[in-house]
C-alpha cells in the first residue's frame, strides 16, 4: 500500500497511526497538497490527503473510507472501534469532533494564508467552533476514568482527538492554549508518548 500525505496533517497522521497499531505496512510518499498537487491528482483528482493506494491499484481519497477498509483488514476482533451498536457510535461521535475540530482548524489556516483580505466574521466563527468543540471534548474526557477515551483500549476516538489537538496548538498557539483543557492536555500527551505517535510525527509550521 501507498500512503500519500505529509504527517503535518491530522487526517493523513491518523490514518498512519492506525496503520501501525495494525501492523500493515506501506509506503509513504510526503507529498504537499500544493507543492506536490499534480503528483496527488494522477491518483486522486481532488489533490486532497491522505490518499491510499491499495496493492491491487485501487485508490481511496478519504481518511474515513480508508479508515473503514483498514478496520476490514484488521478484522472486527482487532479493529480499532467496535463493529456496531452503542459502542461504535460513541467512538464515531468523539471521532466526528476530533475531525470537525481540525477540519475547522485547518479552515482557519487557509483564511489567514491564502486570502489577502481576512475575512474577521469566518475567523470568529472557526474560533467559536474551535473552542466550542474543545470544551465539548474537554467534558466528555472529564467524566472518563480509564487511560483511553473508552477504556483501557486505544481507540480511533483516541487518535483522532490527539492528532486534531496537536494540529490545533501547533497552528494556532497564540489562540488556543492546552491549558485551558487540563483533560485533553493529559490525554493528547499519553497518546503522544506511544511508539507510533512518535512514529509518525511532522511539526506543523504556520507559513
Sequence with gaps: ???IGQYDSPFVRRVAIAMRLY??????RPWSTFGDAEQIAAYNPLRRVPTLVLDDGEVLVDSVTI???LDEVAGESGALIAGGGPARRQVLRICALGTGLADKSVSLVYERVL???VSQRWVDRCVAQITSVLNALEADRADRAGPFWFGGAISHADIAV???VRFT?????GLFALWQWPGLAAHAARCEALEPFQAVSQRFLPP
Design 67 to 69: 479508515l473503514d477498509h
Design 23 to 28: 501492523g500493515i505496512d506501506f509506503e509513504h
Design 1 to 3: 500500500m501507498i500512503l
Design 169 to 173: 496548538v501547533e497552528a494556532h498557539a
Design 162 to 164: 490527539a492528532c486534531a
Design 115 to 117: 486570502h489577502q483580505q
